[in-house]
T-cell receptor, first 115, second 111 residues
Framework: EPEVTQTPSHQVTQMGQEVILRCVPI?????FYWYRQILGQKVEFLVS????????KSEIFDDQFSVERPDGSNFTLKIRSTKLEDSAMYFC?????????????FGPGTRLTVL | QKEVEQNSGPLSVPEGAIASLNCTYS??????FFWYRQYSGKSPELIMF????GDKEDGRFTAQLNKASQYVSLLIRDSQPSDSATYLC???????????FGTGTRLTIIP
């Protein structure tokens, strides 16, 4: 299975602080996604990114969230002022390069804990 | 509002038996369907995907799709204790669109 990597694996922060979550997707693919999963709940779509632009975002992805591609291989999800309810697992996902463009492979996730 | 529904379980199946997991979806525009396995504290791991009506087999796993009934299922033959996990059903439209997930079904294989 193609590999997507994420850092850090666990982030603890104080409410109101900014956090940046990082992901390295499967190389050379233009599509990229962020999802989150609150403990005990379903995986929820946050934002999709295509060719260096946001292609779709959910209601969850409000002005506190932003996504960037600071260089050719890394993607970041920034939460500007964290709230308690932002505590969740955050997953990035990437299609593979073998032509199965609808199949999304998930990274190991970052567990965000907001205190 | 696109919805994907799953029975949350838990579903308990004896080792060696067939586990049957079910999923329904509300959006008739959904074209692609996926089954992910998620171990506790881990990320979703893709098991199967299916686009066409009928059955698709991969090893011990068979995915079934019935678009008229808006129903997707996953059969696991010769269930093993290592199959114990939460199984997530997801749907999307074609063209690299977002995945809409169900809540998942927790499966326990009893040795």
């Amino acid at each position: 299975e193609p590999e997507v990597t994420q850092t850090p694996s666990h982030q603890v922060t104080q409410m109101g602080q900014e956090v940046i979550l990082r992901c390295v997707p499967i190389s050379n693919h233009l599509y990229f996604y962020w999802y989150r999963q609150i403990l005990g709940q379903k995986v929820e779509f946050l934002v999709s990114f295509y060719n260096n632009e946001i292609s779709e975002k959910s209601e969850i992805f409000d002005d506190q969230f932003s996504v960037e591609r600071p260089d050719g291989s890394n993607f970041t999800l920034k939460i500007r002022s964290t709230k308690l309810e932002d505590s969740a697992m955050y997953f990035c996902a990437s299609p593979n390069t073998s032509g199965e463009s609808d199949t999304q492979y998930f990274g190991p996730g970052t567990r965000l804990t907001v205190l | 509002q696109k919805e994907v529904e799953q029975n949350s379980g838990p579903l308990s199946v004896p080792e060696g038996a067939i586990a049957s997991l079910n999923c329904t979806y509300s959006d008739r525009g959904s074209q692609s369907f996926f089954w992910y396995r998620q171990y506790s504290g881990k990320s979703p791991e893709l098991i199967m995907f299916i686009y066409s009506n009928g059955d698709k087999e991969d090893g011990r796993f068979t995915a079934q799709l019935n678009k008229a009934s808006q129903y997707v299922s996953l059969l696991i033959r010769d269930s093993q204790p290592s199959d114990s996990a939460t199984y997530l059903c997801a749907a999307s439209n074609f063209g690299n669109e977002k995945l809409t997930f169900g809540t998942g079904t927790r499966l326990t294989i009893i040795p």
